[in-house]
């Protein structure tokens, strides 16, 4: 649907519509009124004589308010609309000012032809309102004319430059109060007659051409303005001329009110300065005319002789300066002025060069009041300030007269801190600091060059220095609230470069003189913020702080309880922030020993687990990164000093980590990352034994499983728990009668097994087995970029380094979940450090520098040796990540070998015939006809039991016995728990490595047990089987050497984790040993075999 078109425009609006528009237009139903031009309509209803007067006072102001002040740039049109207006009504002031303001607004340099004409009409009509006679109903509106002209002139400079004659008959004939607006406008018209250049012309800047009226435009208006002339010398008539204008202009002052004689003060400083040089008479006239002024009520008054002063310093003399400088002194101190007067009197005596000097002079009249207000005491404390640091660097001599700067500072700041010292968020705090700044700042000025303060070493060594450090000392321990506040005042001076020795020096002033003061407790939390400062700074030593924060956390601690418990939480977390400061700012090698201390005493005392956690993370990096590099990694993230990023968003933050690499894209990982073990295996065995399930119980074909405990579980059907115990491992047997050994042995076993963990109900035993982790730095920087390292480094800090690594463990072995190990940091292998790692004897390896100890923990579940997959993350020093997997890590036989547990009843000194007696029950209870066998012995914990299911083996070693001896001493010697036999019991004590043992020399003619080829008992002789004569001459050889077991025999007892047990007992011949074998976890024979092999 089509709207509908709007009403016609009319020709003009009735008296009544206008007041209706006037009087919507500032409500929502101005909409129906804006569709009008209302511009036009308005200018063209001003001339109209059947407007009403009111009604044209309203629509001037609706003009003003509306129109003009929205419609820019106005056309001709609308200039010559508001041109006929003021002819038409010329004695409407309020007319005079809309459309001259009007002018003045729309019209600018170079003027268009189009304006000139309305803009000659004004000046035409406003030259001939000025002109008119002197009759008194016409002083206001010849006035207004005056300053009509003057916004002209000043919107297009150079306006009346051609009337300036006029002008100066017109003020020179003025003797009414209306003179004022006839001088300025003069002094106006003059000041753009000396910026167009007109003064170094011949001809004369007041000579008449015609009458003011009609006005023609000059010509420099109506181009472009042109650059400012060079300043030539005035001519001889012009300098008559402008000397002319000035004594006219200066002729009167006392009819100027003081807003005239400052504009007409700012107007005669520019002029005269422009000929003062050849007329040095006009600087001795204007302090005559205006020296008077200095002794006026009126500040404005005294703000416009002392502009004069600083114009023409020549002309005033030295007891005028002083007499201003006490009338100032005089107009801060009476509390009847307005503030900014006061204010203004205190800026002219700091701001001016010529007042500085008289300021020391005029030191007791700048005590602040107890009623000022607050930024009165504020401008008088800086001079105050002033005064006591020296001015001109002019150092006050004598005792009494440092006590008299000293008492300036004290007396001074009595006026904030009498009663007592306010928060530090309030302003009268603000106040009291800012004097302290401007103290130094005054005593050692800001160089001009960026260089340092040469007056540096003398303010250091000075009384006034000296009494601020000991200042800030009372204050900083007497007001804990005043703390944050001192460690901004410190900040800021340590931010500048010309006073940041102030700064390091009170720093150091605090740390010997403060922290001594300072008790542990809660409230030493305040402190916090200057504890920072100190440690941000290198040049402080961090003896004194370290100490003071490890007697805070040994408080804490002791005050920890369930109501203090967060502020232990937040303190401690404080402290540590400190230790982390410190670690960034400082060398480690000269904190390294009380930090340390530190967080040591943190770690194993503190109550909060997070406040300890962080402490371990920091004294891991304080032990394990160097300096340099932890410098560089604890700044990665901050902004750099000084720098602003010049592209919004985050530049200065952390790197986003690059997506991490996995072993496809990564494929030589394991080739420079190693983790290796410290002791190399005996046998490099690589396969594990699994058996099928051939048990006659009814289970699925083929099912693996592996030898299990004898375990008990609570039946859930049953109403009163009872233990159910499962045997495993043995048939059913008919019970038969044990005797007292056999009850002696089953006694032994049953202390035995109430030692050994129940693995299916707790933890179980665990194995460790060390390792070192170290990669190689050529290959790394090859794979991941030479950027790896610092820029500019060399030695150390030039090698790359990991941080943060993370190695994790599985294997498909029976092992238990294998926990991770961490890595803090870690630096890369140099090239050709190939022996910082040297193989030793015993199989151990020196570690360096460049390698990390790593522990592999294992809990196993049977004893077979098996593989564990290895798989690495860390982090590069470019916030790179990287992952992957690298060489994994064998499990033998021999990391299961461990010493069976003592009963805790057992004493030190019966250890060694515990574990003889061990040895022998566990020898008769793995014989395979032993009363022992159908008996379960509870273990530790007691939910779970174990059956002894033992088989036996015999293994003949043909080697000497120094072979023998030497590998029993190397790899079994904390398992060995007897020796019989004279002679092998003399060696093996002569060698002393073997120790704690039993020796049974009694036993001259050790005997044999029982086993698989030859019966053995430990109440018979060795029976030998009987040899037929036919295998005798096969074997004649091999049978005569194992007849010549004649040394002794060796026991050795090894526990099998969780609970199994291998034993040895070695007959040691001259020519060969035969080793029997008994275990009652008999897939581990297939190990031993090797194992004992490899031995030799």
Not at 259 to 267: K, Q, S
Not at 356 to 369: K, Q
Not at 445 to 456: L, N, R
Not at 886 to 892: D, L, M, N
């Amino acid at each position: 649907m089509d709207r509908p078109p709007p009403p016609p425009t009319p020709a003009t609006l009735s008296p009544q519509e206008w007041e209706q528009l006037i009087e919507d237009f500032p409500t929502p139903r101005r909409q129906r009124w804006l569709h009008l031009p209302l511009l036009d309509l308005a200018l063209s209803s001003l001339p109209r004589r059947d407007l009403p007067s009111h009604l044209r006072s309203l629509l001037l102001s609706f003009l003003d308010d509306h129109l003009l002040l929205h419609h820019h740039p106005l056309s001709a049109s609308h200039l010559s609309l508001l041109l006929s207006s003021l002819l038409a009504f010329p004695s409407d002031h309020h007319l005079l000012v809309t459309v001259t303001s009007a002018f003045a607004s729309a019209l600018s340099a170079p003027i268009y032809a189009h304006h000139v004409d309305p803009l000659a009409g004004i000046v035409t009509a406003l030259l001939a309102s000025a002109n008119r006679p002197n009759h008194a109903p016409d002083r206001a509106a010849r006035a207004l004319a005056c300053d009509a002209l003057r916004a002209l002139d000043a919107a297009l400079p150079g306006l009346l430059a051609d009337v300036l004659a006029h002008l100066y008959a017109l003020a020179a004939a003025e003797r009414s109060p209306a003179a004022q607006s006839y001088l300025l406008l003069l002094a106006s018209a003059a000041r753009h007659v000396v910026r167009l250049g007109r003064l170094s012309s011949t001809t004369s800047i007041l000579a008449v051409s015609g009458p003011p009226t009609p006005f023609y435009v000059p010509a420099h208006l109506l181009s472009d303005p042109a650059p400012d002339p060079p300043a030539n010398p005035p001519s001889d008539v012009n300098l008559r001329d402008i000397r002319k204008v000035l004594a006219l202009i200066m002729e009167r002052p006392q009819v100027l009110t003081p807003a005239a004689a400052m504009e007409m003060t700012a107007i005669l400083a520019e002029v005269s300065a422009a000929v003062v040089m050849w007329a040095p008479a006009i600087a001795a006239h204007v302090k005559v005319q205006f020296g008077g002024m200095a002794h006026s009520s009126s500040l404005m008054l005294l703000h416009s002789v002392l502009t004069l002063f600083v114009q023409f310093p020549d002309a005033f003399g030295a007891e005028d300066e002083r007499k201003m400088a006490c009338r100032l002194a005089l107009a801060a101190l009476e509390a009847h002025r307005p503030l900014a007067a006061r204010l203004l009197a205190l800026h002219w005596l700091l701001g001016s060069g010529k007042f500085r000097y008289a300021v020391p002079g005029l030191a007791r009249w700048f005590y602040p009041g107890l009623f000022d207000p607050l930024a009165v005491k504020a401008k008088k404390l800086d001079c105050l300030a002033l005064v006591a640091a020296g001015v001109d660097g002019h150092k006050i001599e004598g005792g009494r007269d440092v006590d008299q700067k000293i008492g300036l500072v004290d007396d001074g700041l009595a006026c904030v801190s009498a009663f007592r010292w306010l928060p530090g968020w309030s302003t009268e705090t603000a106040v009291a600091f800012r004097v302290l700044h401007g103290v130094l700042v005054a005593a050692a000025p800001h160089s001009t060059d960026g260089s340092e303060c040469s007056g540096a070493g003398e303010l250091l060594n000075s009384t006034i220095f000296h009494h601020l450090q000991a200042m800030l000392v009372d204050m900083t321990s007497e007001h804990r609230g005043l703390v944050p506040v001192i460690a901004d005042f410190i900040n800021r001076l340590l931010a500048c470069n010309t006073h940041r020795w102030a700064g390091e020096q009170l720093l150091r002033t605090l740390d010997e003189n403060l922290l001594p003061r300072l008790e542990p407790g809660f409230q030493l939390a305040s402190y916090y913020p200057l504890f920072e400062k100190i440690a941000e700074n290198g040049t402080v030593p961090q003896s004194r702080l370290i100490e003071l924060l490890t007697k805070q956390m040994v408080s804490l601690a002791k005050k920890h309880d369930p109501e203090t418990e967060l502020k232990t939480w937040s303190q401690g977390s404080k402290v540590v922030g400190i230790c982390r400061v410190m670690l960034k700012h400082h060398h480690s090698s000269r904190i390294f020993l009380p930090l340390s201390h530190l967080l040591v005493l943190t770690i194993k005392s503190y109550p909060d687990l997070e406040v300890r956690d962080h402490a371990r993370i920091c004294l891991r990096m304080l032990s394990c990164i160097p300096g340099k590099k932890l410098r560089h990694l604890m700044g990665i993230g901050e902004q750099p000093a000084g720098v602003t990023p010049s592209h919004p968003g985050p530049l200065f933050d952390v790197p986003s980590p690059r997506p991490a690499q996995d072993l496809k894209s990564m494929p030589g990982l394991a080739s420079y990352i190693h983790l290796e073990r410290v002791m190399p295996l005996v046998v490099k065995q690589s396969w594990a034994l699994t058996l099928p399930n051939f048990s006659i119980q009814s289970r699925a074909s083929g099912q693996i499983f592996s030898i299990q405990d004898v375990s008990s579980t609570p039946s859930e059907q049953e109403s009163t728990p009872q233990p159910t115990i499962e045997r495993i491992g043995y048939t059913q047997e008919a019970l038969r009668v044990m005797d007292s050994k056999g009850a002696e042995t089953l006694e032994i076993l049953r202390r035995h097994f109430a030692c050994v963990p129940d693995y299916l109900h707790s933890s179980g035993l665990k194995i460790r087995i060390p390792c070192t982790f170290r990669f190689d730095s050529e290959p790394f920087n090859h794979a991941w970029g030479s950027d790896s390292a610092a820029p500019g480094s060399e030695g150390v800090d030039g090698l790359p380094a990991l941080y943060a690594v993370t190695i994790r463990f599985s294997s498909s072995a029976q092992f238990g979940k294998i926990p991770s190990c961490h890595v803090p940091f870690l630096l890369g292998e140099p090239p050709g450090s190939g022996m910082d790692i040297v193989p030793l004897d015993n199989g151990h390896q020196l570690e360096s520098s460049y390698c990390a100890s790593v522990v592999i923990e294992l809990e196993p579940r049977e004893p077979s040796p098996g593989l564990i997959d290895v798989v690495i993350a860390a982090n590069t020093e470019n916030c790179q990540v990287i992952s992957g997997s690298i060489q994994p890590i064998t499990v033998g036989i021999e990391d299961m070998f461990l010493k069976a547990n003592v009963p805790p009843d057992i004493m030190k000194e019966d250890v060694a015939e515990y574990y003889r007696d061990l040895f022998h029950a566990l020898w008769e209870a793995c014989n395979s006809c032993s009363n022992t066998g159908r008996e379960t012995f509870p273990l530790d914990g007691g939910k779970g039991s174990a059956a002894i299911n033992g088989t036996r083996s015999v293994k003949l070693l043909e080697v000497t016995p120094k072979v023998l001896i030497r590998a029993i001493e190397r790899y079994l010697a904390p398992f060995v728990v007897s020796v019989a036999g004279d002679s092998l019991i003399t060696i093996l004590k002569g060698n002393a490595i073997i120790k704690n043992i039993l020796w049974e020399e009694s036993e001259s003619d050790p005997a044999v047990g029982t086993d698989a080829l030859v019966p053995y008992s430990l109440d018979t002789n060795l029976l030998l089987k009987r040899i037929d004569e036919d295998e005798f001459e096969v074997g004649a050889e091999t049978y005569a050497q194992l007849s010549k077991r004649d040394m002794g025999i060796v026991r050795v007892l090894i526990f099998l984790p969780p609970r199994y047990h291998l034993l040895f007992s070695m007959e040691v011949g001259y020519a060969s040993t035969l080793v029997r074998i008994r275990t009652d976890h008999w897939p581990c024979l297939a190990y031993v075999d090797e194992y004992l092999e490899a031995l030799l």
